[in-house]
């Protein structure tokens, strides 16, 4: 593992960056504050929730159908959205 400054990732950030590919970098910017260098191949993407896509089609669905809520006062939107 190699930790770093800010300032020296700036100064060599190709150098870093394909030492990542290795080696774990930790990029220290002081105050306890740090992040790591990781390659993006080695993320693993586990894509949107289903709930999350499940509600999005459904809204979709919903608006498709004409069954949406026109607010009518921007600032008493609580009101208008309860009262439907």
């Known amino acids: 593992m190699r930790t770093i400054t800010v300032s ?3 100064k060599n950030i190709k150098k870093y960056a394909v030492l990542a590919n290795t ?3 930790i990029v220290n910017r002081g105050n306890g504050k740090a992040f790591e260098i990781v ?9 949107y929730n289903p709930a999350f ?12 159908n004409g069954e949406t809520i026109t ?7 609580w ?3 309860l009262s439907e």
């Open 39 to 47: 390659p993006i191949e080695t993320l693993e993407d586990e894509g």
């Open 53 to 64: 896509v499940k509600k999005i089609q459904e809204a979709r669905n919903n608006s498709d």
């Open 79 to 81: 009101e208008t959205i």
């Open 71 to 77: 607010i009518k006062d921007p600032d008493n939107i």
């Open 23 to 25: 080696e774990k970098v």
């Open 8 to 10: 020296e990732f700036r």
